[in-house]
């Protein structure tokens, strides 16, 4: 036989298909050391054949298998040709999605820990030696048989000898057992809820009938408690199930629930872990030891099979996107995997992805509803707080008058609150702070983004340039502002207003640690009162039950960020914000504090009205021919030297110009310029950019790869990238 090979090289443009002879006990998805050139490498086989174009004295042999189990299932032997078709990936890159990198590196091996059964009666057996064995007679006091110990700690009491002596004389059998290093959680009880007449519609509905469903449900009403009880039934039925959240909604809640609800059914992965763990939990998986899989965007690589259901939590998020090669969108690997093991795809969020909730409408996606929280508690009410107004007034501080007055009136009931800094588009913008005019691109109605360096304003979607703001043309006044509040101001505010009040600080710098982030939120949950500030990582999936008081400090922030998206993001993130509060039983509220205080994105926000906000939001992209309305296509350049650079570049549009005049009607914009990031780590970026229309979206793509690999050059790295969620 005849096995295909994928060898596992780093740094090499070699993306081939090797033929090797292979072993009588070669198999499909199994992990092996070849020869390659003049040395020996790991591969990967992906395929058996009978016979080879190779001539056969070229043909090389197996050396030996690595493992002697598969590594890779035949499943994702289809998803690896499914990426590289679909997203111009190399085949190696695809198949290290796959395993753990502590696999390949061979550096994490299996915890074995040795124990001794007691296979005799050491009782009897002690009676045979001779008095003055003292170690051995209380050794074999202490043993019962047919009871299991731990080697090390029976030698640690009764000496080396002595437990060498009965493993000799056949009273203790030894046996090496393989331990699993499975991730602590916080532990919770068991609190299995009696279903709401709603998640019990919803759960039945994606029971029924495979499909793609958008559960739509507003925060705290209880979609935590549909999935478990979707998983509870599909293992139950001997499936399995695969559970995504975004890295940073992992909390230890969510932890807590799996694990007690299914115990080590459920393997956990993400970045948070060891590496010993993460291999253990992985391993666990490939072998069917546990039935569900609860992780971050790569865990819809686990191997697991027969697939009951995955379900996709704040499918919202960007980060289920790589950004970064191997780029990849996590829908369309969980849409495959539903598809191959013919089960249900959910997705769910309180603020669904516009393109995810037009397919719903569209009928591509069935919509659930989940329109009320649980036990009808209210939604809090958000009040928006106009910040130009505030300095008019003379209030020229971060905090409003209604925020502290809030403020105030939660510490004294000893509630909790959390302060949300928006750092989403830090990369500022700029700001008349006497009216709250922003610039924007005269092309892209998009926010232009200031480059410090340069004193420049830039348009991320065109190139445009434009000079940096010194007089707002709208009122005159030269009050110009760029950047943006930081956690830490707002946390050292805080202190000298509350000097007696646990204030807690969550944000990048704070949370690199491991443990750290889950250390922060334990100490805010048991601290009475207390206040947390923090970015992004505070705003979603928290279940805080004594939280009353929500303050958006800088609302704007994510609503001038420089993408077509920043509404959309704005409303989704404050959206979520403010559903952190009043989850419990005393009611919640939020300040808003905006300097665009009639900014419609606000209005909707306030009245909790998703689908006004729906339509405003699509009638625009519609006009602006943006996403879900047509695709956004970039073609990134990057290379030391700017002049093979800007000429592969040049190369390729002059290809992808022709390609647009064959599909004239399709293209809606095409471009090339320098990336908006000119250069980074001392690389030079180019850039194409395009939108296209969907009717032939995937035939064009197709050819852009093949203009790609025709201007391929060692010294430059040439990405597509299909609706990037930024483009710097
Ligand atoms: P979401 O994820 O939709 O924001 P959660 O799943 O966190 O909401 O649920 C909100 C709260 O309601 C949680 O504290 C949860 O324990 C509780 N809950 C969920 N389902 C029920 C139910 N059927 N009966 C009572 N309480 C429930
Ligand atoms: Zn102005
Ligand atoms: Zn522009």
């Not at 006044?477 to 009040?501: C, D, F, M, W």
């Not at 035939?699 to 040439?718: F, G, P, T, W």
Request: glycine share 4%; proline share 3%; aromatic share 10%.
């Amino acid at each position: 036989m005849i096995a295909e090979v994928i060898v596992d090289i780093t740094n090499c443009t070699v993306d081939k298909v090797f033929d090797y002879i292979a072993l009588d006990t070669t198999k499909v998805g199994q992990r092996v050391m070849v020869p390659f050139g003049k040395r020996n490498i790991q591969g990967f086989v992906i395929a058996l054949k009978q016979y080879s174009d190779v001539s056969d004295d070229k043909l090389k042999k197996i050396l030996y298998a690595v493992d002697e189990y598969q590594v890779i299932l035949p499943e994702h032997i289809e998803l690896m040709h499914f990426m590289v078709k679909k997203y111009h990936l190399r085949f190696v890159d695809c198949l290290r999605l796959f395993v753990p990198s502590e696999l390949r590196s061979n550096d994490v091996k299996p915890l074995i820990k040795t124990y001794v059964n007691v296979s005799k009666n050491p009782e009897e057996y002690s009676k045979s030696v001779r008095k003055n064995a003292k170690n051995i007679i209380a050794l074999c006091d202490y043993l019962e048989v047919n009871k299991r110990y731990l080697k090390n700690a029976l030698t640690k009491e009764f000496s080396q000898s002595a437990v060498n002596k009965l493993i000799d004389d056949g009273v203790l059998e030894v046996v090496e057992i393989q331990q699993h290093r499975i991730p602590d959680s916080y532990k919770t009880d068991e609190n299995k809820h009696i279903l709401t007449p709603m998640q019990k519609r919803a759960t039945d509905a994606i029971l029924k009938k495979n499909d793609t469903y958008l559960l739509f449900g507003v925060t705290g009403s209880g979609k935590t408690e549909v999935y478990m009880s979707v998983i509870e039934k599909m293992v139950a039925t001997g499936r399995n199930a695969i559970m995504l959240v975004p890295e940073i909604s992992l909390t230890p809640q969510v932890l807590a629930h799996f694990r007690a609800r299914f115990g080590d059914n459920v393997a956990i992965l993400h970045s948070g872990l060891s590496a010993g763990e993460r291999f253990d939990e992985w391993r666990r998986v490939l072998f069917g030891e546990a039935k569900i899989v609860l992780g971050a965007r790569s865990a819809i690589f686990a191997p697991i099979q027969n697939v009951g259901i995955i379900i996709i939590d704040e499918e919202h998020e960007t980060s289920y996107i790589s950004e970064s090669n191997p780029r990849y969108n996590t829908f369309d690997i969980a849409k495959f995997r539903s598809v191959y093991n013919k089960c249900s795809l959910v997705l769910a969020s309180a603020t669904p992805d516009i393109d995810s909730y037009q397919k719903a409408i569209n009928g591509e996606y069935k919509l659930l509803n989940l329109p009320t929280r649980i036990n009808d508690k209210p939604m809090p009410k958000i009040q928006i707080v106009d910040m130009l107004s505030e300095i008019r007034n003379g209030n020229t501080g971060m905090f409003s008058n209604v925020l502290l007055f809030e403020l105030d009136k939660c510490i004294k009931e000893k509630h909790q609150a959390m302060f949300f800094i928006n750092r989403r588009g830090y990369s500022s913008f700029m700001r008349c702070t006497n009216c709250g005019y922003i610039p924007k691109c005269s092309d892209c109605d998009v926010t232009l983004v200031y480059h410090k360096k340069e004193n420049k304003l830039k348009c991320h979607y065109c190139g445009k340039r434009f000079k940096a703001l010194t007089i707002c043309p709208n009122c005159k006044s030269t009050t110009i502002r760029n950047g943006a509040i930081g956690t830490e101001q707002v946390v050292s505010k805080l202190h000298e207003l509350y000097p007696e009040v646990p204030i807690f600080q969550m944000d990048n710098d704070t949370t690199r640690t491991k443990n750290a982030y889950q250390k922060i939120l334990f100490q805010f949950r048991t601290s009475k009162p207390a206040i947390l500030v923090g970015t992004q990582m505070i705003a979603k999936g928290h279940d805080f039950s004594d939280v009353t008081l929500v303050g958006i400090i800088d609302a704007d922030q994510s609503l001038y960020h420089s993408d077509y998206k920043s509404t959309e993001k704005t409303f989704e993130l404050i959206t979520q914000m403010a559903g952190r509060a009043g989850r419990d039983k005393a009611e919640g509220k939020v300040i808003l504090q905006t300097y665009a205080p009639k900014h419609y994105a606000y209005r909707y926000i306030a009245n909790y009205d998703y689908k006004s906000f729906f339509d405003k939001e699509l009638s625009i992209r519609k006009n602006t021919m943006f996403p879900p309305f047509t695709t956004i296509l970039r073609l990134l350049f990057s290379s030391q030297s700017e002049e093979i650079v800007r000429e592969i570049t040049k190369l390729c549009y002059t290809d992808i110009k022709r390609l647009r005049d064959e599909y004239i009607d399709d293209f809606v914009y095409l471009d090339a310029m320098k990336s908006p990031i000119a250069k980074i780590k001392n690389k030079i970026r180019y850039q194409i950019l395009m939108r296209i229309k969907h009717k032939n979206e995937d035939e064009i793509i197709q050819k852009l790869y093949e203009i790609c690999d025709r201007h391929e050059n060692a010294k430059v790295s040439m990405f597509v990238e299909i609706n990037p969620q930024n483009l710097n």
